[in-house]
């Protein structure tokens, strides 16, 4: 089983607005990672945790929390989103946490922020 | 800075007629090649991985290839479902767990 999960699927939200985007693996990763990804371009990094502690910040502004309450989970808390926020959220997991093997990446959450 | 470059952008084939996507990398210490297959709206499936400069490896009618400075992922005879995104991405020896991806070549196959 390669699967991760991602929670919701879609989400609208308005700029005073505070959701969490959620995120759940069972392959026993130890590297989990959020992306972002705008419309016909590549993914961007924004947050990387291995063994649940937050190991990269891609100079992600504060508007975006990321949370890892354990091994399976990966949260990504937003408050006071911009418009040009909107975009493509994807979850990934890999299992070695020196990028060696692949990264299997969830079907992605797409948010609107109006 | 590790840097990937794909072409061609977007490919359109017929039905039954092979071709090969381009992916030109520079990387300091390459730890992994990776590609992937993206629906629109979806999230990137994985394909194959590479690790070293002459590897192949093969899925149903893909096929990945590596040498020292491009990966090519060869399509033999697409079918309609093959329609996608193909991104090619790279692990290099700075930056651990961060991937760089290209842009990705939009690969049309018509009937």
């Known amino acids: 089983d390669t699967e991760v999960t991602q929670t919701p699927k879609h989400l609208v939200m308005g700029m005073t607005n505070k959701k969490s985007l959620k995120c759940e693996q069972h392959?026993?990763?130890?590297?989990m990672y959020w992306y972002k990804q705008k419309a016909k371009k590549p993914p961007e990094l924004m947050f990387v945790?291995?063994?649940?502690?937050?190991?990269i910040n891609e100079s992600v502004p504060s508007r975006f929390s990321p949370e890892c309450p354990n091994s399976s989970l990966l949260n990504l808390h937003l408050h006071a989103l911009q418009p040009e926020d909107s975009a493509l959220y994807l979850c990934?997991?890999?299992?070695?946490?020196?990028?060696?093997?692949?990264?299997?990446f969830g079907q992605g959450t797409r948010l609107t922020v109006v | 800075e590790d840097q990937v470059t794909q072409s061609p952008e977007a490919l359109r084939l017929q039905e039954g007629e092979s071709s090969s996507l381009n992916c030109s990398y520079t990387?300091?210490?390459?730890?992994?090649l990776f590609w992937y297959r993206q629906d629109p709206g979806k999230g990137p499936e994985f394909l194959f991985t590479?690790?070293?400069a002459g590897e192949e490896k093969e899925k149903e009618r893909l096929k990945a290839t590596l040498t020292k400075k491009e990966s090519f992922l060869h399509i033999t005879a697409p079918k309609p479902e093959d329609s996608a995104t193909y991104l090619c991405?790279?692990?290099?020896?700075?930056?651990?767990?961060?991937?760089?991806f290209g842009t990705g070549t939009r690969l049309l196959v018509s009937p």
């Open positions: 590479l690790y070293s």
């Open positions: 990934a997991s890999s299992q070695d946490l020196q990028g060696w093997t692949e990264a299997f």
């Open positions: 991405a790279v692990q290099g020896n700075t930056g651990f767990q961060k991937l760089v």
């Open positions: 392959m026993g990763h130890r590297a």
């Open positions: 945790y291995s063994y649940e502690k937050l190991s």
């Open positions: 990387v300091s210490g390459l730890r992994g």
